[in-house]
């Protein structure tokens, strides 16, 4: 078993000082996090080791902008595949873009674009890994057909197979395949790049980022530094305020309040704007593909990571009433997300009957990162396991997290 680390032997004492300085008694600090005295007085003491999540509740509980996350150490960070070279904007110099598009490759660019779409819409609702295989198969075609078009043929043959590979970068994720995400991402940018679109190389490097933020609070300022090279380098307002979500979402996992909220104002206007993208893309915009806001729901996500869950759980709610009804995979990632705000306000009632609705969706997407949440989920509940709506709801919760049939 690892020994702990020297900043978590020092975060009972720590959260001892804190609270005292805080003048709260273990009672009034547990009525707050909705945690019990004596599992605080064990973080005190020593005898248990604290979560991420347990962390980020006392910092927001004691107002102390991310001190105990702080000492909770960072585990070396796994390999994004940078070492095999991220490419940069400026790597490949693309000859201009010039000629005329043929009727015959007329046909096979509007036919390819409809087939992005329709894979999109699929990808709501399938499992992700053969949805992967599909448009990274689409991806390769298109960019073995376009070999002898024109330069304007091919620039929006690329920009399209960049799109396909950016789709299914985000399906590998899904399928926990980071290591496959990363792969799929880098050729978007690469395809990007030929086509001379350098605001859609930028957009790869967000999903890289997004990528990074799934993998958890060590990677929180590699995420950071991700976002920032994009507001330098991308002219799109769109774009931009992507990026700067990414980066609301990097110091929310630091617990660093202030930051994150002036952000998210800043990403809030940004993102007003039309999605971007090359005049090639028109019919398939970035961004989701079920059209919703997702600044109301960053903002939710933000607030949970801040340890506020009450406001997160007004945002989100507010969030998944546009999620149209067809777009299960959004619906489930945002219902547990939800529910996970819920059981950190102690509202286990409301949280349960959330997961009523996300439970079933959970095989049909098989989602790793719907899978993830729920745990975390679980891991709440388990403080009111003789609740009765917990008891009801606990088989398919332990089903949908490990993938053990629900006993009947």
Known sequence: MARPCPQQTAFGPELRRQRLQARLSLAELGAKVHYSPSYLSRLETGERRPSEDVARKLDQALRINGVLQGMLGRPVEPDDGASEGWLSPYDI???????????????????????????????????????????????????????????LERAQALVLASRYAEFAGWMAQEADDDATAFRLTR??????????????????????????????????????????????????????????????????????DGRCRRALDEADALVSAPAGGADAMAAVPLGSSHGTDSTTILRGWCLHELGDPDGAAHALTAGLRQVPGTASRARSRLGARLALSLTGAGDVDQACTVLESVLPLAPLVDSATLRTDLRRVGTDLRRWHNHAAVRLIWPELTAATTGAPVAQ
Do not use: F
């Open 93 to 151: 110099q693309a000859s201009p873009v010039a000629g005329e598009i043929s009727p015959s490759v007329g046909v096979v660019l509007d036919a390819m674009r409809q087939g992005l779409v329709h894979l999109r819409a699929v990808g709501q609702v399938s499992a992700p890994a053969a949805v992967q295989a599909l448009a990274s198969e689409q991806s390769g075609s298109l960019t073995e057909a376009c070999a002898g078009w024109t330069v």
């Open 187 to 256: 050729r978007a940018a690469a395809l990007a790049a030929a086509a001379n679109d350098r605001e859609l190389v930028a957009y790869a490097l967000i999903r890289r980022a997004v990528i990074l933020l799934c993998r958890g609070r060590q990677h929180a300022r590699k995420v950071i530094d991700l976002a920032r090279q994009v507001r330098a380098e991308a002219s799109d307002p769109w774009i931009r305020g992507m990026a700067v979500q990414r980066e609301a979402q990097g110091y929310a996992l630091l617990g660093e």
